[in-house]
């Protein structure tokens, strides 16, 4: 095994590490992880949570791979922690995207194997959770779109938070990193308040209650391109730290993006968050400097078509030749701006999952209809073809329509533009699949029971009744 780089850290809060790891070698990722938390003098005790990302699992990568953190790096992590002196138990949880159960997603990306594994080894006690299931705490926010939040009770009351983001482009917000794994302690009824164009402030917010106390990114496989069905690209890297803006400033210069084309990064440090440069951030390990940042960052390239893939419809729809029509508008009525962050977000996934299921085939003979999304002032002439208005903002003039279907939801997930539109642009949803109908009915209902036997049905009916009726009332 190569000897840990020697490392000089007066600062743990203001300093990134960055350890080369060519691959998901289980025994060198515990090395650097353990001389990590030293060299950080991160010193576990009590109960710690660990947030890994699994916003998205497939089932033997059949829809994509790679848009969760790395069952080897999780369980190097967590058989650290759980044998660190003084730990007494490990809390592993998440709440995946798209208002998937997270237990299936856990299923596909095979946490619940890897925990086994893991507790063979482990002198604390070491759990696996989901955060939509379990009971939850109110915590005061005091932010710009959240003045209170409710977060799982096994992570607002834990010692330690352990952060093991997986380092991805993303579709909206250029980077997600340690910063935006945040959206993940979030509950579906919180989860999509200001999934808009207040994305930034709503994920600046969440670090009022979910700042971590030491991050692990799992760099080895980089995700570019859409955040749940990323191309693959080697970076060979694992990157620690305990300050969250710090890493992410950092992942996104490794990326190519600079700290304004983040649109949360910014937000953060208009609202005082720290540091405010990649020139304040001190870079230990195996890379030491920003020339050495960009040296690294030139494995990802080129910042070709592949790598910007799904971040842009019209140009997609121009390369996959399709006879789809997409038209956005503005959202904003003050300054007629377009809201760049949820329902667009929605479909842009919504309609790489079509892609990577059905390729550009299906894209090249889907049925000709209209996509409408904001306030368009132009008219829309629908050539006798159907049209979709997504979004709750949307407005349009439409003309020699077939049919008009309206999806009257702000925010618009992914999960509502399949009920509301399945397959009828004349490509196969794999979420319709009976295989994968199977595998969510089965899980919805699993997740169902648990959340009866936790007690989360009654604290959530409870909560609207002491809270929310009175308001209404």
Request: overall charge positive.
């Amino acid at each position: 095994m190569r000897k840990a780089a020697k490392t000089s850290i007066k600062d743990p809060f203001s300093t990134v590490i960055i350890r080369k790891c060519e691959e998901y070698d289980a025994d060198a990722i515990k090395a650097i992880i353990r001389q990590g938390m030293k060299d950080l003098d991160y010193k576990p005790a009590g109960n710690v949570f660990v947030k890994p990302n699994v916003v998205y699992a497939s089932k033997g990568g059949k829809l994509g791979t790679n848009a969760h953190t790395s069952t080897v790096v999780v369980a190097s992590a967590l058989g650290v922690l759980a044998n660190a002196e003084g730990v007494r138990r490990v809390d592993l949880g998440e709440n995946t995207g798209m208002r998937i159960p997270t237990r299936m997603f856990y299923k596909q990306a095979g946490y619940y194997d890897m925990i086994k594994d893991v507790k063979k080894n482990a002198r604390a006690k070491v759990n696996i959770f989901c955060i939509d299931e379990e009971r939850r705490d109110q915590l005061h926010v005091g932010g710009v779109v959240h003045n209170t939040l409710r977060v799982s009770r096994k992570m607002a009351r834990a010692d330690s938070k352990v952060y093991l983001p997986k380092l991805k482009c993303h579709n909206v917000v250029n980077v997600t990193g340690a910063v935006k794994l945040n959206i993940g302690i979030c509950s579906d009824d919180e989860r999509a308040i200001r999934h808009d164009f207040m994305l930034p402030d709503k994920i600046v917010d969440l670090l009022a209650v979910g700042y971590p106390d030491f991050i692990v990114m799992d760099a080895i496989d980089v995700g570019v391109a859409n955040e749940i069905i990323p191309t693959v690209r080697k970076l060979g890297l694992i990157i620690m730290g305990r300050n969250p803006m710090a890493v992410d400033i950092v992942a996104s210069r490794l990326l190519g993006y600079g700290i304004k084309d983040v649109p949360y990064l910014k937000r953060a440090i208009e609202r005082g968050y720290t540091p405010k440069r990649l020139e304040d951030v001190h870079l230990a390990g195996d890379i030491t400097s920003i020339a050495g940042l960009a040296a690294q960052a030139k494995r990802l390239m080129p910042y070709d078509e592949e790598y910007y893939r799904w971040q842009d419809i019209q140009r997609e729809f121009k390369r996959l030749q399709t006879p789809l029509r997409f038209y956005q508008g503005y959202s904003r009525t003050d300054d007629r701006s377009k809201c760049e962050y949820g329902c667009l977000m929605g479909l842009k996934l919504f309609l790489s999952v079509f892609e990577m299921y059905g390729g550009k085939e299906a894209f090249r003979t889907a049925k000709p209809s209209v996509l409408v999304m904001g306030k368009v002032d132009e008219e829309i002439d629908a050539r006798g073809n159907e049209v979709y208005l997504l979004g709750s903002c949307t407005r349009a003039r439409v003309v020699n329509a077939k049919k008009i279907t309206t999806i009257d939801k702000c925010v618009m997930t992914t999960s509502d533009l399949n009920l509301g539109i399945g397959n009828r642009l004349g490509m196969k949803s794999p979420f319709l699949e009976p295989s994968y109908l199977l595998t969510f009915v089965s899980n919805l209902m699993a997740a169902s029971l648990r959340k009866h036997i936790n007690l989360r049905y009654l604290q959530d009916i409870a909560h609207f009744v002491t809270k929310d009726l009175e308001k209404r009332v």
